[in-house]
Each structure stands twice: as C-alpha cells, then as structure tokens.
C-alpha cells in the first residue's frame, strides 16, 4: 500500500512533489522504457514485417500494437498481407500473464473472417518462445482470432512459412 500522496501505476509521489515533477517522472519513464517497434511493408511478397528493439513490457506492447492496428494494419491496401514479427532483438522480457493475455484479445479484434493470414514470430530465446506460445493459446481463446500462427527461432525458416 502506497502512504504517500497519490499512485500512478507504479509510481508513489511523495506529497512534496508537484504535479509537473510526476509528468516529468512518467515521461522520462515511458522514454527510458521504450520498446520501438520497425514497421515494414514488402509490398512484392505482400508481408507486414515488425521489428522489435528493447526491453518488452505490457504497456509499450499494447500501445504499439494499437498504432499498429490503426496506421498498417487496418489499411486496405494490406488486408492480405501475412505478418512476421522479429523479436530477436529484444533485450529483456517483463511481460505478465495478463498483458499477454490482454495483448493477443486485443490483436484478434483485427483479425478478418473472410481472409486467411499467418503471423510469423521469430524468437531467440527459450523463455520469449514459450511466452509466445502462450500468446497465441490466449489469442486463440478469442472468437475473433482467424490467423494461422507459428513460432520460429530463426529468420530464414519464418521468411520461407509466412510466404508460401
């Protein structure tokens, strides 16, 4: 339990420090934490290609998958196009069971009936390959979820399954 003044998500903020100090402290937060995500459209294979840099959690997650969804994904120009994301160089993991559970509802809701797509993972770890798995057992759960998905660790065997 928190004593001080107010709570933001994680954040105690003592009663001495001003509301333009918290905006100070939660913005340098959300900078140090950043996990970009590299957009890509091969336009030739018809494949949405996202790289991802940093250290993975929740929040950035869910809010560069949203931007996704609206900017890229949503586009009618790419609503055929599989999807391989590369998480090889993501350098530390901080994911919760409910943000991933929270993360595969939210990317099922662009899914399309009528159109069959894959969504390709490249991993580098034990631990990112089993967090992805269970990724894509609670993006399953969602009536909405109509893309094949698999998991790779290496770039050349995702490449070779996303585009057949």
């Known amino acids: 339990m928190c004593n001080l003044k107010f709570k933001i998500k994680e954040l105690c903020v003592a009663p ?43 929040i950035e997650f869910i ?35 409910e943000g991933i559970r929270n993360i595969g509802t939210i990317a099922s809701t662009t899914d399309q009936n009528e159109v069959n797509r894959k969504l390709a993972f490249i991993v580098n770890s034990s631990l990112a390959f089993g967090l992805a798995r269970m990724y ?8 909405k979820a109509h893309k094949e998905l698999r ?6 065997d995702a490449f070779e399954w996303v585009k057949k």
């Open 16 to 58: 001495h420090i001003t509301n333009y100090t918290v905006r100070r402290i939660i913005n340098y937060s959300v900078l140090k934490y950043t996990m970009p995500a590299h957009h890509n459209i091969d336009t030739k294979n018809q494949l949405l290609i996202t790289t991802w840099e940093g250290e993975a959690r929740d």
């Open 63 to 97: 809010e560069a998958i949203k931007k996704y969804q609206k900017n890229i994904q949503s586009h009618p120009d790419y609503i055929n196009y599989n999807e391989l994301v590369d998480f090889s160089n993501v350098t530390g993991i901080k994911l919760t069971t």
């Open 136 to 143: 894509e057992a609670y993006r399953g759960f969602s009536k």
């Open 151 to 156: 998991i790779f660790k290496n770039e050349k």
